[in-house]
């Protein structure tokens, strides 16, 4: 049963780092692609992220320079690093994969950057 739970979010304020992870389990995890997406108030769910299992990755433009994203196949585990964060970036960030056509998803780690 694949399952990904997300940790690490809390209150930042702007200016601010975070770094979340997301444990995997109950699929191969080094040969699978493992993506970040944010859902802020009133918005909808965005790509911030994502990484191939050979460690390439890859980001929308907007997302560029203050996010990456990381893993470590050794402890099954996906990471986002987040650095001068922003109001804008409060949000619920969210892990996600795609096992044998279907996608999977963490419950979510809610991030809220405010002074």
């Known amino acids: 049963q694949v399952q990904l739970v997300e940790s690490g979010g809390g209150l930042v304020q702007p200016g601010g780092s975070l770094r979340l992870s997301c444990a995997a389990s109950g699929f191969t995890f080094s040969r699978s692609y493992l993506s970040w997406y944010r859902q802020g108030p009133g918005k909808q769910r965005e790509l911030v992220a994502t990484?191939?299992?050979?460690?390439?990755?890859s980001s929308p433009d907007s997302m560029k320079g203050r996010f990456t994203i990381s893993r470590d196949n050794a402890r099954n585990t996906v990471y986002l690093q987040m650095n001068s964060l922003k109001p804008e970036d409060t949000a619920v960030y969210y892990c996600?994969?795609?096992?044998?056509?279907?996608?999977?998803w963490g419950q979510g780690t809610q991030v809220t950057v405010s002074s």
């Open positions: 996600k994969t795609s096992v044998s056509g279907s996608d999977y």
């Open positions: 990484i191939g299992y050979s460690g390439i990755s």
